[in-house]
């Protein structure tokens, strides 16, 4: 079983549209969670954290549900800039390496 | 905005060279991570490296890789004899602290063995 799941996509989307991405992840120790956006051939860069309690950071929303495994994003108003690859990011221990999933492409059209 | 640079941007060597790959973290920053990414696949942990020793290393760093910080900036990927599947971006990351922190990632060097 893969450590981090998601679906590989893509989602094509018009933009103004509102799209939501899933993951998964194995190891029910992990301890904290990310979502990563990563532009064709560009390093990862942090888009959010993700908690339990959920966070909103404009129209970005992301949802951690431990007893699942289960980590969402939401993309509201979807903009063309929005498209990239949307990489879940698990740290199953603090201070050590970080899990990545194979990510989700987003394309937002006009 | 600090941030963590790499060098060179892209790299091509003969299979059998040895390369170095160089990485300067945040200055702040006391944690110290590799990854790379092939292309087409998913971002892979290779190594990560706290007060001067290495912490933890996956299975892909084998003998053939090892990671110097020679000084008080830089942060060094060395791989002894490269191979045709070493070709990927590697990543180095930095972190402040070991508590549930974010990495931050460097753009990247992208390595292509002929």
């Known amino acids: 079983r893969k450590e981090v799941e998601q679906d590989p996509g893509p989602f094509n989307v018009p933009e103004g549209a509102t799209v939501a991405f899933n993951c998964t992840y194995s190891?029910?120790?992990?301890?904290?969670f990310f979502w990563y956006r990563q532009d064709c051939r560009k390093e990862p860069k942090l888009l959010m954290s993700?908690?339990?309690s959920g966070n909103e950071d404009g129209r970005f929303t992301a949802q951690l549900n431990r007893a699942s495994q289960y980590i969402s994003l939401l993309i509201r108003d979807s903009k063309l800039s929005d498209s990239a690859t949307y990489l879940c990011?698990?740290?199953?221990?603090?201070?050590?390496?970080?899990?990545f999933g194979a990510g989700t492409i987003l394309r937002v059209k006009s | 905005e600090p941030e963590v640079t790499q060098t060179p941007s892209h790299q091509v060597t003969q299979m059998g060279q040895e390369v170095i790959l160089r990485c300067v973290p945040i200055?702040?920053?006391?944690?110290f991570y590799w990854y790379r990414q092939i292309l087409g696949q998913k971002v892979e942990f290779l190594v990560s490296?706290?007060?001067?020793?290495?912490?933890?290393k996956s299975e892909i760093f084998d003998d053939q890789f090892s990671v110097e910080r020679p000084d008080g900036s830089n942060f060094t990927l060395k791989i002894r004899s490269t191979k045709l599947e070493d070709s990927a971006m590697y990543f180095c990351?930095?972190?402040?602290?070991?508590?549930?922190?974010?990495?931050?990632f460097g753009p990247g060097t992208r390595l292509t063995v002929l």
């Open positions: 993700v908690y339990s």
């Open positions: 200055s702040n920053h006391l944690y």
């Open positions: 990351a930095s972190r402040p602290r070991p508590r549930g922190d974010e990495q931050f």
């Open positions: 490296f706290y007060n001067n020793e290495i912490s933890e």
């Open positions: 990011v698990v740290n199953e221990e603090y201070g050590n390496k970080l899990v």
């Open positions: 190891n029910s120790a992990s301890q904290s």
